[in-house]
Nanobody, 123 residues
Framework: QVQLVESGGGLAQAGGSLRLSCAAS????????MGWFRQAPGKEREFVAT?????VTTNSVKGRFTISRDNAKSTVYLQMNSLKPEDTAVYYC???????????????????WGQGTQVTVSS
C-alpha cells in the first residue's frame, strides 16, 4: 500500500510563493509517476503537473509552477511562484506505479491519492 501526505498549503498573497510537499510511504516511490491536481469549489478536478521516475515532467501552469522529486526522501514537491487568486484550490498529490516512466495527465490514471491541502491566494 502507498500512503501520500501533503503539506505546505496555506494562505499567500498574490504574487507570492508556496512550496507544497507530498511524502510517500514504502519503497515503491522510486518507480512511480507522481502528479499534482487541484480542485476549486464548483469546478472539476484539473491536472497541474506530473513527473516520472526518471525526472521527465510536464505541467499546465508553465512559467510559474515547477514539479520535482527527491527519491531519497520519497517526496515530491510543487513550487508555486507568482501566485494568482485563480490558483486558490485544494491541491492533491497522486501516485501511479510505472517502471517504464510513463507520464499521466488525467486523474483516472492514478491509483493512490493524498488527502489534499488547501491553498488560498488573496488579492
Amino acid at each position: 500500500q502507498v500512503q501520500l501526505v501533503e503539506s505546505g498549503g496555506g494562505l499567500a498573497q498574490a504574487g507570492g510563493s508556496l512550496r507544497l510537499s507530498c511524502a510517500a510511504s514504502g519503497r515503491t516511490f522510486s518507480s512511480a509517476t507522481m502528479g499534482w491536481f487541484r480542485q476549486a469549489p464548483g469546478k472539476e478536478r484539473e491536472f497541474v503537473a506530473t513527473i516520472t521516475r526518471f525526472g521527465v515532467t510536464t505541467n499546465s501552469v508553465k512559467g510559474r509552477f515547477t514539479i520535482s522529486r527527491d527519491n531519497a526522501k520519497s517526496t515530491v514537491y510543487l513550487q508555486m511562484n507568482s501566485l494568482k487568486p485563480e490558483d486558490t484550490a485544494v491541491y492533491y498529490c497522486a501516485a501511479q506505479e510505472s517502471v517504464t516512466g510513463r507520464l499521466f495527465t488525467t486523474s483516472t490514471q492514478y491509483s493512490y491519492w493524498g488527502q489534499g491541502t488547501q491553498v488560498t491566494v488573496s488579492s
